[in-house]
């Protein structure tokens, strides 16, 4: 596509329920990043994948949050047993270098999630 | 991981006036420092970047200036202009990139 594309855009639920967050990087990126963003605040880091290895999960606020990307190119977060607090803008950003390397990150709209 | 912060967090400028932002990095391994502009309720996007092997880069009106003894870097941005006026985070990294907490530039007509 011609760029990163997410979905759903727009995510509500209910504390507890559990929530899975779609990423389709930029075709033929080798990097692929998901981001938190509170209201007013800058991304905070969770995640990175060079194909589809995770190679740093360091940002991961807890155990119920969990990314894959199992063939490389498609990413999905998941958010178990939501909570208030993880309301805020999930972003996906995509990079065609990596490593020491690593260039542009595109992003995408990213998903808005409210918790309730 | 990295610390990246970022002074100011408002800025307001006359429409002509020039606007700079700072950052400041703790990772001495980080050797890539994007800037990135969002305007409310979009994506960020690159405006300029650079590289550790280099200390200013400018793009028309845009430039950045990085001190790796000192591990900051700034934004600089002449001749402003109402759609500047956005929110601008600074980024540093290598493999991966920790953001500021972002400031909010509001350029006055």
């Known amino acids: 596509g011609a760029g990163v594309s997410q979905s759903p855009r727009y995510k509500v639920a209910k504390r507890g329920q559990d929530v899975a967050l779609r990423c389709d990087p930029i075709s033929g990126h080798v990097s692929l990043f998901w981001y938190q963003q509170a209201l007013g605040q800058g991304p905070e880091f969770l995640t990175y994948f060079q194909n589809e290895a995770q190679l740093d999960k360091s940002g991961l606020p807890s155990d119920r949050f969990f990314a894959e990307r199992p063939e490389g190119s498609v990413s999905t977060l998941k958010i178990q047993r939501t909570q208030q607090e993880d309301s805020a803008v999930y972003l996906c950003?995509?990079?065609?270098?990596?490593?020491?390397?690593?260039?542009?990150?595109?992003f995408g709209e990213g998903s808005r999630l409210t918790v309730l | 991981g990295e610390n990246v912060e970022q002074h100011p967090s408002t800025l307001s400028v006359q429409e002509g006036d020039s606007a700079v932002i700072k950052c400041t990095y703790s990772d001495s391994a980080s050797n890539y420092f994007p800037w990135y502009k969002q305007e409310l309720g979009k994506r960020p996007q690159l405006i300029i970047d650079i590289r550790s092997n280099v200390g200013e880069k400018k793009d028309q009106r845009i430039a950045v200036t990085l001190n790796k003894t000192a591990k900051h870097f700034s934004l600089h941005i002449t001749e402003t202009q109402p759609e500047d006026s956005a929110v601008y985070f600074c980024a540093a990294g290598g493999n991966q990139f920790y953001f500021g907490t972002g400031t909010s530039l509001t350029v006055i007509p």
């Open positions: 950003a995509s990079s065609f270098t990596s490593g020491a390397n690593t260039g542009e990150l595109f």
